[in-house]
């Protein structure tokens, strides 16, 4: 089982940036899919960004050109550089790792909030 920690998240004024890292401990870190999610409050959570072990990347139509998803397999931590914040960005942000053979993310981190002031 693979264990994740987030960090990065913070205050920011729409148009700045944040770099959110997820550190994990635990398992074959460079042979998992990496994706981040967010949460809203009151809202289901969503996808934002993955990154295979090939190192293809997804993005949400909502994220694109807007934030990048990288991997260093080297720190066994993945990233989310997030540019041009939106108040609409505010959410808590949770790293996950895809381990089994199904490709669904099954371990998450704890979370870290990010909050986007108009």
């Known amino acids: 089982q693979v264990q994740l920690v987030e960090s990065g998240g913070g205050l920011v004024q729409a148009g700045g940036s944040l770099r959110l890292s997820c550190a994990a401990s635990?398992?074959?870190?460079?042979?998992?899919?990496l994706g981040w999610f967010r949460q809203a409050p009151g809202k289901d959570r969503e996808f934002v960004a993955s990154?295979?072990?090939?190192?293809?990347?997804n993005y949400a139509n909502s994220v694109k050109d807007r934030f990048t998803i990288s991997r260093d397999n080297a720190k066994n931590t993945v990233y989310l550089q997030m540019n041009s914040l939106k108040p609409e960005d505010t959410a808590v942000y949770y790293c996950?790792?895809?381990?089994?053979?199904?490709?669904?993310?099954?371990?998450w981190g704890q979370g870290t909030q990010v909050t986007v002031s108009s």
């Open positions: 996950a790792a895809s381990t089994n053979w199904l490709g669904s993310f099954d371990s």
């Open positions: 635990g398992g074959t870190f460079s042979s998992y899919a």
């Open positions: 990154i295979r072990s090939s190192g293809n990347t």
